[in-house]
Protein backbone atom coordinates (compact mmCIF):
# COMPACT_ATOMS: atom_id res chain seq x y z
CA UNK A 1 0.00 0.00 0.00
CA UNK A 2 1.25 3.47 -1.02
CA UNK A 3 1.96 6.23 1.64
CA UNK A 4 3.05 9.27 1.68
CA UNK A 5 4.01 11.36 4.87
CA UNK A 6 4.53 14.96 4.91
CA UNK A 7 6.62 17.00 7.53
CA UNK A 8 8.36 19.86 8.22
CA UNK A 9 5.31 22.53 8.34
CA UNK A 10 4.84 24.71 11.17
CA UNK A 11 4.61 28.41 11.83
CA UNK A 12 7.01 31.05 10.50
CA UNK A 13 6.94 34.58 9.97
CA UNK A 14 6.11 36.52 6.63
CA UNK A 15 9.32 36.53 4.32
CA UNK A 16 10.84 33.15 6.14
CA UNK A 17 11.37 30.19 5.05
CA UNK A 18 10.70 26.06 5.53
CA UNK A 19 11.42 22.89 3.71
CA UNK A 20 9.15 20.54 3.47
CA UNK A 21 9.87 16.84 3.23
CA UNK A 22 7.71 14.19 1.58
CA UNK A 23 8.69 10.81 2.61
CA UNK A 24 6.95 7.34 -0.07
CA UNK A 25 6.06 3.81 1.15
CA UNK A 26 4.56 1.24 -0.93
CA UNK A 27 6.24 2.35 -4.04
CA UNK A 28 8.69 2.28 -6.45
CA UNK A 29 9.42 5.72 -6.01
CA UNK A 30 11.67 6.40 -8.81
CA UNK A 31 9.17 5.78 -10.81
CA UNK A 32 6.67 8.26 -9.57
CA UNK A 33 6.14 11.77 -10.46
CA UNK A 34 5.82 14.11 -7.58
CA UNK A 35 3.94 17.23 -7.09
CA UNK A 36 3.09 19.41 -3.96
CA UNK A 37 -0.45 21.48 -3.59
CA UNK A 38 -1.47 23.06 -0.59
CA UNK A 39 -5.61 23.97 0.23
CA UNK A 40 -6.73 26.54 2.21
CA UNK A 41 -10.14 25.54 4.30
CA UNK A 42 -12.94 26.86 2.17
CA UNK A 43 -10.73 26.69 -0.93
CA UNK A 44 -10.23 24.43 -3.72
CA UNK A 45 -6.68 22.30 -3.77
CA UNK A 46 -4.12 24.76 -5.80
CA UNK A 47 -0.81 23.35 -7.69
CA UNK A 48 2.33 24.26 -6.43
CA UNK A 49 5.18 22.79 -7.85
CA UNK A 50 5.83 19.18 -9.81
CA UNK A 51 8.98 17.19 -10.51
CA UNK A 52 9.92 14.77 -12.69
CA UNK A 53 10.39 10.96 -11.88
CA UNK A 54 14.12 11.81 -12.90
CA UNK A 55 13.91 15.08 -11.63
CA UNK A 56 14.82 16.53 -15.07
CA UNK A 57 11.83 18.75 -15.02
CA UNK A 58 10.35 20.83 -12.59
CA UNK A 59 7.06 22.94 -13.06
CA UNK A 60 5.86 25.66 -10.49
CA UNK A 61 3.34 27.98 -10.29
CA UNK A 62 3.49 31.09 -11.14
CA UNK A 63 3.13 33.00 -7.69
CA UNK A 64 5.66 30.82 -6.30
CA UNK A 65 8.22 30.46 -9.00
CA UNK A 66 11.14 32.06 -7.77
CA UNK A 67 10.66 31.65 -4.10
CA UNK A 68 9.84 27.72 -4.00
CA UNK A 69 12.01 24.83 -5.16
CA UNK A 70 11.40 21.50 -5.52
CA UNK A 71 13.77 18.42 -5.29
CA UNK A 72 13.90 14.84 -4.96
CA UNK A 73 16.25 12.24 -3.30
CA UNK A 74 15.44 9.08 -4.83
CA UNK A 75 17.96 6.91 -3.00
CA UNK A 76 15.54 8.20 0.19
CA UNK A 77 12.39 8.10 -1.51
CA UNK A 78 11.61 11.27 -0.15
CA UNK A 79 10.59 14.74 -2.25
CA UNK A 80 11.09 18.46 -0.73
CA UNK A 81 9.62 21.42 -1.36
CA UNK A 82 12.29 24.48 0.02
CA UNK A 83 9.85 27.58 0.87
CA UNK A 84 11.43 31.08 0.80
CA UNK A 85 10.32 34.44 1.20
CA UNK A 86 6.61 33.17 2.61
CA UNK A 87 3.44 34.98 3.03
CA UNK A 88 1.55 35.32 5.03
CA UNK A 89 -1.47 34.57 3.23
CA UNK A 90 0.56 31.32 2.07
CA UNK A 91 -0.56 29.76 5.23
CA UNK A 92 -2.21 26.76 4.15
CA UNK A 93 -2.06 23.12 4.59
CA UNK A 94 0.61 21.50 2.05
CA UNK A 95 0.05 18.11 0.57
CA UNK A 96 2.38 15.91 -1.38
CA UNK A 97 0.73 13.69 -4.33
CA UNK A 98 2.33 10.84 -6.72
CA UNK A 99 1.61 9.74 -9.71
CA UNK A 100 3.49 6.63 -11.91
CA UNK A 101 4.81 8.45 -14.70
CA UNK A 102 5.47 6.57 -18.18
CA UNK A 103 8.19 8.98 -18.71
CA UNK A 104 11.05 10.19 -17.19
CA UNK A 105 10.65 13.91 -17.68
CA UNK A 106 6.98 14.74 -17.47
CA UNK A 107 5.64 16.39 -14.78
CA UNK A 108 1.71 17.10 -13.65
CA UNK A 109 0.02 19.79 -12.38
CA UNK A 110 -3.55 18.91 -11.93
CA UNK A 111 -4.97 16.78 -8.60
CA UNK A 112 -6.61 14.90 -10.73
CA UNK A 113 -3.52 13.86 -11.90
CA UNK A 114 -2.34 11.70 -9.22
CA UNK A 115 -3.26 8.44 -7.34
CA UNK A 116 -1.57 8.69 -4.33
CA UNK A 117 -1.97 12.12 -1.79
CA UNK A 118 -0.57 12.13 1.67
CA UNK A 119 -1.93 13.29 4.74
CA UNK A 120 -0.60 17.00 4.63
CA UNK A 121 1.08 19.27 6.66
CA UNK A 122 -0.14 22.60 8.41
CA UNK A 123 2.03 25.89 7.74
CA UNK A 124 0.85 29.14 9.24
CA UNK A 125 2.03 32.50 8.48
CA UNK A 126 2.41 35.38 11.29
CA UNK A 127 3.03 39.01 10.78
Known amino acids: QVHLVESGGGLVQAGGSLRLSCVASGLTFSMYAMGWFRQTPGKEREFVAA????????YYTGSVKDRFTISRDNAKSTVFLQMNSLKREETDVYYC????????????????????WGEGTQVTGSS
Open 51 to 58: ISRSAIST
Open 97 to 116: AGIEARTSSKTYTRDSDYNA
